[in-house]
């Protein structure tokens, strides 16, 4: 039996089937509308880096046919084949998304849905209306993504620019076309074996053109061009091309990191190797420019002096907790390059963090609201309301007794809100079933779906006789603020931590004080001073998070 998501709903794929050759069957319609449907193959920057994995009409595979369009067949209006286990390691993301093409807006569509079949059954279903959107003229439906394994997001978010604008978003260049091209149409293919039986439902026509229309004779063979156009799809008769501009990947492509490792900036020209003087011939001869760093093999840190001026990223090639990939470094000159570091990061997902200071939540998405900390709102897109989020008498009393008070404001509507406080460091916890503790403190904001009370940690010899801490359980998203960036260390017999340093720990380890406070070492000056520790117990898979900072 299909599982019925809602926007915002994740899963991992391996809970909704233990196959990789994937059916994905996308509905969308509208009276006089035509719309496209394609697939943007992102990498792990969320960016189109290899024109190649756009995938539509005009492309209908990527070059290991990982990702296959296949047309309108089983009731839908457009469906693709995707087999997880041949999509390259450069490739994170894949996005499903649907634009109009023309004149019309997302507010006129009918019933639509986004479904996901696996041997023939299928294993889950994102629906949505027309009743959700306004303006928009593109719709970003639902994504595959990689977050240690592959998993599915029905995200359900709407876009103003149409086709051109998403692709931009996602890095892509925009080109005009000097002539119109057309296209001979093509026989169309038979459903594969693995496709699910028809539906019910009459299938919608693809592109807004009739589904049995009659066929043409074929146009005369044109020359190649040089970048994929908009065409006539395949299995379609013979029509006039879209007015909608080429699109093509981005100028320049960055080279692929090995998995797992963020990729390295682009070196710019004329930056000297390690060692040599700027403007100094490297040798004997003409001035020869220094060749880029290659990729450091995944797990090794990049030699020293290889970028210069950028740190090298922690052991093992992922960025440390909190800590964002290294972003490529702006090219040219002006006003737009010199801001294009910190332009707003791509949307696509609920929580995004814009730098290590900086988070936005798109409240559009999901359909929940935000309990943040008051006064910690520092822009805001959209509709939103704020209100006020008491604790009431009984909560009051408690946060008053043990510490763990949080003064909270409620953030609803359908729009974007960025928050902050102090310059802390961000980071963005999801959590999916598990459960989490966390000093009020350190709390910054969370999504209302979360569970949260006091919880009371046991200990004799320190004042009041016990510590208190915050625990988040269900699923959702919980942003914890950190002073400078934390560290995070496993679990074992002889796992210690200062109780000013602890920011937050899994809420499966067992804790134990231990106080170091005696009497005869209070009795002269001189003493450590460390006087309160928490000992951390638990099975492995259990973790603490630590900062550089004592409160």
């Known amino acids: 039996m299909a599982r019925e998501f809602q926007r915002g709903h994740k899963a991992k ?28 193959g992102l990498d792990a920057n969320e960016q189109l880096s290899d024109d190649r994995y756009f995938v539509f009409y005009n492309q209908p595979k990527s070059p290991e046919e990982s990702i296959q369009q296949l047309g309108t067949q089983a009731g839908d209006s457009e469906s693709f084949r995707v087999t997880l286990d041949r999509i390259p390691q450069n490739i994170h993301k894949l996005s499903f998304a649907a634009s109009i093409d023309g004149p019309g807006q997302m507010s ?17 279903r994102y629906s949505f209306t027309g009743a959700e959107f306004s303006t928009e003229r593109a719709l970003m439906i639902g994504d595959f993504y990689l977050k240690d394994v592959w998993r599915f997001a029905a995200v359900g978010q709407g876009f103003d620019g149409g086709l051109a604008a998403l692709l931009k978003n996602f890095g ?36 807004g053109a009739p589904a049995q229309a009659p066929a043409q004779a074929p146009a005369p063979a044109q020359p190649p061009a040089p970048a994929p156009s908009f065409g006539t799809p395949a299995g379609a008769p013979q029509q006039p091309v879209h007015s909608a501009p080429t699109m093509v990947g981005p100028l320049t492509t960055q080279p692929t990191a090995p998995y797992g490792q963020p990729p390295h900036p682009p070196q710019q020209p004329g930056t000297p190797s390690y060692g040599q003087v700027p403007g100094q011939q490297p040798g004997y001869g003409a001035q020869v420019p220094p060749p880029a760093p290659a990729p450091a093999p995944y797990g090794q840190q990049p ?18 907790f909190g800590q964002q990939p290294p972003q490529p470094a702006a090219a040219g000159h002006g006003l737009a390059a010199a801001l294009q570091p910190y332009k707003e990061a791509p949307t696509g997902t609920r929580w995004t ?28 897109q959209g509709k939103v309301d704020f209100s006020y989020k008491g604790a009431g008498f009984a909560g009051r009393i408690v946060g008053n007794a043990t510490g763990q008070e949080m003064q909270l404001m409620r953030c609803t509507g359908r729009g974007q809100v960025f928050l902050a406080e102090n310059g802390a460091h961000l980071h963005a916890i999801e959590l999916q079933g598990d459960g989490i503790c966390v000093s009020a403190e350190n709390v910054l904001a969370f999504d209302e779906s979360l569970q949260h009370e006091v919880r009371r940690i046991e200990g004799h010899g320190i004042p009041g006789g016990a510590l208190f801490t915050m625990q988040f359980q269900g699923s959702g998203t919980v942003i914890v603020k950190t002073q400078g960036v934390p560290v995070v260390l496993p679990v074992t017999p002889t796992t210690f931590a200062d ?34 520790n928490l000992q951390f117990r638990g099975a492995p898979g259990n973790f603490i998070v630590v900062q550089p900072y004592e409160v």
Do not use: K
Not at 362 to 377: E, N
């Open 13 to 40: 794929i391996s809970d909704l089937t233990a196959g990789t050759d994937l059916y994905v069957g996308i509905q969308i319609a509208g009276p006089g509308l035509a719309i496209d449907i394609s697939c943007f």
């Open 303 to 320: 030699s020293y002096g290889q970028v210069p001026g950028q740190q090298a990223p922690p052991y093992g090639g992922q960025p440390a």
């Open 108 to 124: 006129q569509i009918g019933p639509g849905y986004i479904r996901i079949v696996a041997g023939g059954e299928e294993v889950v």
């Open 353 to 380: 963090p814009q730098n290590q200071q900086l988070m936005r939540v798109d409240l559009s998405m999901g359909g929940q609201a935000v309990l943040a900390r008051q006064g910690s709102m520092v822009l805001y």
């Open 172 to 207: 892509g260049e925009v080109a005009e076309d000097e002539e119109p091209q057309q296209q001979a149409p093509a026989q169309p293919a038979g459903a594969p074996g693995f496709a699910p039986p028809p539906q019910a439902q009459a299938p919608s026509p693809a592109f």
């Open 499 to 532: 109780s000013n340093a602890i920011v937050a720990w899994s809420a499966a380890s067992q804790v134990i004080i231990s106080s170091q406070v005696r009497l005869r070492r209070t009795a002269y000056p001189g003493h450590s001073g460390e006087t309160v």
